[in-house]
T-cell receptor, first 113, second 109 residues
């Protein structure tokens, strides 16, 4: 079955450590996105990629980094520079950057202690 | 800048009709989408409007007025399972997909 997979579902890290969240899709989509969601809040765009080997900063990119070396993969690294990393992280993909519909993974809930 | 405004919460009873409004401000506009998210889950796509007018998909309809930078999601024959958060989202000319803060819909018996 085609879809978008995020792993792990829950992640705990100590303060000051970098952590990488995985996002893989087998939908053959060109565009991929990372969002952060805080309790009771909307989705805020961290980074997005319109095509492999290219990515752009979203609205809250500080303290995060990404790579897009393969079409199907768009990992997000939460660095120690991110002041408040505890959040629910959602990865999404769409056929291309102009597509109406985005498909979301099940999310990773990151807790930094 | 770019922003989307929608009510934070709406309450309705089973079987009723509810409308969730969304106003937007964005640099370039390529359409308004609506997503549903149940607590702790993945958002799922509901509908999309690129042009003015009403789009109907079963119990859900979505409307867009580009001149007013305004749209709404209409849910009919409400069911308990419709209790969820609903997000409007716009795609701008740079390819960004920007979401609103979400409207939490509570459906009561």
């Amino acid at each position: 079955d085609g879809g978008i997979t995020q792993s792990p579902k829950y992640l705990f890290r100590k303060e000051g450590q970098n952590v990488t969240l995985s996002c893989e899709q087998n939908l053959n989509h060109d565009a991929m996105y990372w969002y952060r969601q805080d309790p009771g809040q909307g989705l805020r765009l961290i980074y997005y990629s319109q095509i492999v080997n290219d990515f752009q900063k979203g609205d809250i990119a500080e303290g995060y980094s990404v790579s897009r070396e393969k079409k199907e993969s768009f990992p997000l690294t939460v660095t120690s520079a991110q002041k408040n990393p505890t959040a629910f992280y959602l990865c999404a993909s769409s056929i291309d950057f102009g597509s109406a519909e985005a498909f979301f993974g099940q999310g990773t809930r990151l807790t930094v202690v | 800048g770019q922003s989307l405004e929608q009510p934070s919460e709406v309450t309705a009873v089973e079987g009723a009709i509810v409308q969730i409004n969304c106003t937007y401000q964005t640099s370039g506009f390529y359409g308004l989408s609506w997503y549903q998210q149940h607590d702790g889950g993945a958002p799922t796509f509901l509908s999309y409007n690129a042009l003015d007018g009403l789009e109907e998909t079963g119990r859900f309809s979505s409307f867009l007025s580009r001149s007013d930078s305004y749209g709404y999601l209409l849910l009919q024959e409400l069911q308990m399972k419709d209790s969820a958060s609903y997000f409007c989202a716009v795609r701008n000319q740079g390819g960004k997909l920007i979401f609103g803060q979400g409207t939490e819909l509570s459906v009561k018996p």
